[in-house]
């Protein structure tokens, strides 16, 4: 089965200074990648994917995700920091039942705290 | 913009009742989604429909019914709530196509307490 894995609960920046969340993948096939952020009570928006193409994906509010092949990553990442990015985020895999069709595999979730 | 409401924000119930859970989405997905959000565990699948009358267990389908008699509305079912079933429960949908990589789309959740 498909799966990731977000191996730190929580990730802490000073505003301004570059953002990493980690996410590493295990899937059989061609894996197809997603981030979420949830921010407090809300649901959780979708902030990119990765399909196919190019390696480095940009999705909203200026995150960008980088797709690794040989280190089965998929890490989120942000130049600069913004207090308002202190949310929790999950990374997501693609998974096909055997009835053929599509779920989501979400991992843990990271809480990132960006301070002032 | 898409659109997924959930009926309530919070709900308080007792051991033993039956619960109802709503979600409703304005943009004609055929793909609507139940999941439970728990510390720690993240987020996992309870049930899943496809399409109208149509639906597919999810990883914890275990104490949970579903039911899709419209497109637009998907209804989470706790035929007999028990307190391990205290939890953020999130409705998604998503466009659709049986192998699709659409992307989901969340509603705001429901908090539910079960005493």
């Not at chain 1, 952020?37 to 509010?61: C, M």
């Not at chain 2, 104490?63 to 079912?77: H, T």
Request: charged share 20%; net charge positive.
């Amino acid at each position: 089965a498909q799966s990731v894995a977000q191996p730190e609960d929580q990730v802490n920046v000073a505003e301004g200074n570059p953002l990493t969340v980690k996410c590493t993948y295990s899937v059989s096939g061609n894996p197809y990648l997603f981030w979420y952020v949830q921010y407090p009570n809300r649901g959780l928006q979708f902030l990119l994917k990765y399909i196919t193409g190019d390696n480095l994906v940009k999705g909203s509010y200026g995150f960008e995700a980088e797709f690794n092949k040989s280190q089965t990553s998929f890490h989120l990442k942000k130049p600069s920091a913004l207090v308002s990015d202190s949310a929790l985020y999950f990374c997501a895999v693609r998974d096909i039942k055997g009835t053929g069709f599509q779920k989501l595999v979400f991992g843990t979730g990271t809480r990132l705290l960006v301070s002032p | 913009d898409v659109k997924v409401t959930q009926s309530s924000r919070y709900l308080v119930k007792r051991t033993g009742e039956k619960v109802f859970l709503e979600c409703v989405q304005d943009m004609d997905h055929e793909n609507m989604f139940w999941y439970r959000q728990d510390p720690g565990l993240g987020l996992r699948l309870i049930y899943f429909s496809y399409d109208v009358k149509m639906k597919e267990k999810g990883d914890i389908p275990e104490g949970y019914s579903v039911s899709r008699e419209k497109k637009e509305r998907f209804s989470l079912i706790l035929e007999s709530a028990s307190t391990n079933q205290t939890s953020m429960y999130l409705c998604a949908s998503a466009l659709g196509g049986q192998a699709s990589t659409d992307t989901q789309y969340f509603g705001p959740g429901t908090r539910l307490t079960v005493l």
